[in-house]
């Protein structure tokens, strides 16, 4: 399959040894193609929310009919898809002249990447805009790949979150959302997130948190984790933030999910106060 700018360009930003083929128009498949580990560590969780994930009639309704649907867990007021959209431009800063590359992690069918990109681009000053998402489902990266019309702009990726196939410091921002609740080893999702983030980089995160005096957050919890959901204590996800470097962390919690955005600094370099 020829491969289109964007993909190419993606190529470039691999980690040295990590194969890739283009299975579909505009991804690349980075997946371990030894099927023993894929058995031994499969990338979606055995969970029920985790095969639903896999289920191809998902991913075709998903941005239309499903994604709306999680405005119900943001409580009253909660913000719109829209209005998450436009959290994650903010946090991610992609208005600013230092961010081209921007990897969505745990994409679905590239709903927000495809967002991403169109706001890199109408910020005129941003150079060579980049978004990549990457997803374990082959169903969600298929609509992507079927949805998603800029060749130059929007690469995918199938492979898993846990193993970002990237150079460390390879990109400007980074993107996760309604994704960790549901991926296995949220924080090595977490830390592979921060290692291919360079320097001053921005993270946004969206995901859920435990509301209510503690037995009700506990029992709430408990009753998510037999589909295979996990809610994170309110300084679950901030507090590995900072003590991994992420700077300037804000969280905004709407019903039971949680915004969650900072500033990677890292081995002593300072991100500047004015840094929002
Ligand atoms: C609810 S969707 C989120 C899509 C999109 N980010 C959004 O906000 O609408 C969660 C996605 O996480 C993906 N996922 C689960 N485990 C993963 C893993 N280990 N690596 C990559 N993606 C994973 C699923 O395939 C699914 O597409």
Redesign the pocket.
Known sequence: MAETPAVRRTRELLRTGVDASSPMRGVLDVRVTDSTARQASP???SSVA?RL??FSPLAAV??RAW?PL?RLWMGAGGPSVEE?RAYAVRDLGLVSPDVSVVL??????G??SRSLADALLTAAHVSEPLVIG????EP?IARASADTDDDEHVAYLL????ELPFEDDAVDAVC????LY???EPYR?LDEMIRVLRPGGRIAL?TTVRRGPQPVGAVTAAAASTVGLEMFRRDDITDVLRERGVEHVEQRIHGAAQFVTGRLCRSGQDVPVSAP
């Open positions: 990338a979606s969780a985790g994930m896999t998903y941005e994604r999680f998450q969505d992690v745990a994409c679905g069918p709903n927000f990457l997803d374990a489902s969600m492979g898993d979150a846990r996760c959302y309604a994704a549901l991926v296995p999702v969206m």
